[in-house]
């Protein structure tokens, strides 16, 4: 005879949600990252004086196109607070 306790059915019931969400939340960042790298690149047509209103450069374009594990938007944020800086104290 087979006795089921309570607490090793809900587990069961439950892993099936957690594998789900997990692969919502993979298809989630992976969405995220393509629209981040179109955005990227749809910088990249901008002349450079724009660009420099962003305070941004295309050498800080390229460096968060190439390395996307390294969070391109926080790069690109710590080059323009630089470039603000920059401009503030000259």
Do not use: C, T
Request: glycine share 4%; aromatic share 8%; proline share 4%.
């Amino acid at each position: 005879m087979v006795h089921l306790l309570s607490s090793e059915r809900q587990s069961l019931a439950v892993a099936p949600l957690g594998f789900l969400r997990a692969v919502a939340i993979w298809f989630a960042r992976a969405r995220a990252r393509r629209a981040q790298h179109v955005a990227l690149k749809s910088l990249l047509e901008y002349d450079i004086h724009r660009l420099e209103d962003l305070g941004i450069d295309r050498q800080a374009l390229f460096d968060a196109l190439d390395s996307p594990s390294q969070r391109p938007g926080y790069r690109l944020a710590q080059r323009r607070a630089e470039s603000a800086r920059n401009w503030l104290n000259p």
